[in-house]
Nanobody
Framework: QVQPVESGGGLAQAGGSLRLSCVAS????????MGWFRQAPGKEREFVAA????????YYADSVKGRFTISRDNAKNTVYLQMNSLKPDDTAVYYC?????????????????WGQGTQVTVSS
């Protein structure tokens, strides 16, 4: 079992940067595909980025491609989301999620373990 815990959210100005971290407890972290999702008020939870268990393969939503970078450090049981060129539309609660088996997916229902979320607010 994996238990993700996010940190690093906060307030940023448009054009600024934030880095989110997700520490996932559990002996199987290095074999779990991981994903970041976000949910803005009144909207559905949406896929942001995902990474396979080695870190050698990543995938991004079109809305963040070229601005966000997902990475992982299996020695630290941590996955990161570097967010640059932030926009007000990036304002949301960001969630880290882990799959128990298989490669990454872009649908939330494919993930088995979720963190509690961290708020990101981007002001214009």
């Amino acid at each position: 079992q994996v238990q993700p815990v996010e940190s690093g959210g906060g307030l940023a100005q448009a054009g600024g940067s934030l880095r989110l971290s997700c520490v996932a407890s559990g002996r199987t972290f290095s074999s779990n595909a991981m994903g970041w999702f976000r949910q803005a008020p009144g909207k559905e939870r949406e896929f942001v980025a995902a990474i396979n268990w080695t870190g050698g393969s990543t995938y991004y939503a079109d809305s963040v491609k070229g601005r966000f970078t997902i990475s992982r450090d299996n020695a630290k049981n941590t996955v990161y989301l570097q967010m640059n060129s932030l926009k007000p539309d990036d304002t949301a609660v960001y969630y880290c999620a882990a799959r128990s088996i298989g490669n990454y997916q872009t649908t939330a229902s494919a993930y088995d373990y979720w963190g509690q979320g961290t708020q990101v607010t981007v002001s214009s």
